[in-house]
């Protein structure tokens, strides 16, 4: 029996600046408002390449290798039998619900329904394109063909941890995500998920603390210091203000109730939810990825939950702090031109908006600000969102015993038409 390895670390480098990210995002979110969206394609090829080729294991890059024409390709094949779906089958549905219960509700009900196991089957489709296009000194990634196998598991999954009223949710995460990791290849060399569901529970703990304490709250302005003195709940006096009187008198409803202000200990409430489902999803990731292995090889993660939130938290609020801003400044410059009366008149149609411009001109000036905003908007998210919570997970990310992955041979190019297709038609495929 030979000796084993000696246990040797490879570190994980990442080398891409915020500033050359900046310009990249900027120069390719331009190019797709002006193509109306046609370019995002080849801004997703051109991110995605960039943020790979910035993460570098023992130094070496990662390359992506993906085509926008086939990311366009797929997406207007998934379109199609989109189209088909939503024509045919909710027509049947909606003949069906009328024909048998003399409402459209339970039509809506069945065709959303519908939909769910489609968008699993989107996602695992998504994962599968992206590690078929993803190489490490020449070797593809790869993920075994399973789509549908995922889509029934998770609605099961899924089901169970909403029975349970959340508590086996570290289980549905544990086993969704064992069912990818166990059929991802790197080469020859096939990923292993190994521990157990349970071990995720001490991520799940400040998400646990946050939803008692929202209950504790709620029991505490609901039934043991209630808003209200009248023996109503504060939700009762809310539903009857509704019922009984105009949307104005129940805005001012809430003048009734006693000590109001205690309403504002919600928000560092809704804080600490949040904080606590972001530091879930990520200390989870950095537990299951220390218990990944394959032939040989293991991975150690020090992600930070607190650092990951800080920048989800600092992150978002400057990118959406923009776009507010930018909307009101919208808002703001169109009075500004218009002018009030104008404004109206315009909606009207009975205006001459701009002065002497045409109207197609000044609307499309409006426009042009609005799509500026959001673009804008999806710069500063990948600058103060995506590239530092890249940069954290790869610095962070550890290759031990990595002398097995001298044993690894190549593995063929998968190939399959429609990309990331059903991803983009049902908005799943935006992230990098």
């Known amino acids: 029996m030979p000796p084993p390895l000696p246990e040797q670390g490879m570190e994980v480098w990442f080398v891409g600046s915020r500033s050359a990210l900046f310009w990249l995002a900027l120069k390719s979110g331009f190019w797709t408002v002006l193509s109306l969206g046609f370019y995002r394609f080849w801004m997703k090829t051109r991110l995605r390449r960039w943020y790979w080729s910035s993460i570098r294991p023992g130094g070496h890059p990662l390359e992506y290798t993906g085509d926008p024409w086939e990311k366009l390709l797929g997406f207007f094949i998934a379109v199609v039998i989109l189209t088909f779906y939503i024509g045919i089958v909710n027509l049947a549905l909606m003949f069906v619900s009328f024909s048998f219960f003399q409402s459209s509700a339970v039509g809506y009900s069945a065709s959303f329904i519908g939909v769910i196991p489609i968008w699993?089957?989107?996602?695992?489709?998504?994962?599968?394109?992206?590690?078929?296009?993803?190489?490490?000194?020449?070797?593809?990634?790869?993920?075994?063909?399973?789509?549908?196998?995922?889509?029934?598991?998770?609605?099961?999954?899924?089901?169970?941890?909403?029975?349970?009223?959340?508590?086996?949710?570290?289980?549905?995460?544990?086993?969704?995500?064992?069912?990818?990791?166990?059929?991802?290849?790197?080469?020859?060399?096939?990923?292993?998920?190994g521990g157990h569901w349970r071990m995720l529970y001490r991520a799940a703990v400040p998400f646990a603390a946050a939803v008692l304490l929202t209950a504790l709250l709620g029991v505490w302005l609901v039934w043991i210091d209630p808003l209200t003195t009248d023996g109503s709940t504060p939700f009762e006096e809310i539903f009857t203000e509704w019922e009984n009187s105009e949307e104005l008198a129940f805005a001012f409803a809430f003048l009734g109730w006693e000590r109001p202000s205690r309403l504002f200990l919600a928000i560092p409430v809704i804080m600490f939810l949040i904080y606590g489902a972001v530091h879930y999803r990520f200390a989870s990731k950095r537990i299951l990825a220390n218990h990944k292995h394959s032939e040989g090889v293991r991975m150690r993660s020090t992600l930070n939950g607190l650092r990951v939130s800080m920048i989800y938290v600092l992150g978002t609020t400057i990118a959406y702090s923009i776009l507010v801003f930018g909307i009101i400044a919208i808002v703001i410059i169109a009075f500004g031109l218009f002018g009030s009366s104008t404004f109206l008149e315009e909606q009207l149609g009975t205006g001459d908006p701009l002065g002497d411009l045409p109207r197609w001109l000044s609307v499309g000036i409006i426009a042009v600000l609005y799509l500026s905003v959001f673009l804008f908007w999806g710069v500063l998210h990948h600058v103060f969102v995506t590239y530092p919570l890249m940069q954290h997970m790869a610095l962070t990310l550890t290759l031990l015993n990595v002398a097995g992955l001298a044993q690894v041979s190549q593995r063929a190019r998968d190939e399959f038409a429609e990309a990331e297709g059903f991803a983009e038609a049902l908005d799943l495929g935006a992230a990098i």
Request: hydrophobic share 40%.
């Open 120 to 193: 699993f089957y989107a996602q695992y489709r998504a994962r599968r394109y992206v590690l078929g296009r993803t190489r490490w000194r020449g070797v593809r990634f790869g993920l075994e063909k399973g789509a549908w196998g995922y889509a029934w598991r998770a609605l099961v999954h899924w089901l169970v941890t909403i029975c349970t009223l959340g508590l086996l949710w570290p289980r549905m995460t544990f086993y969704l995500e064992k069912y990818k990791t166990d059929r991802t290849y790197f080469g020859s060399a096939r990923l292993v998920q």
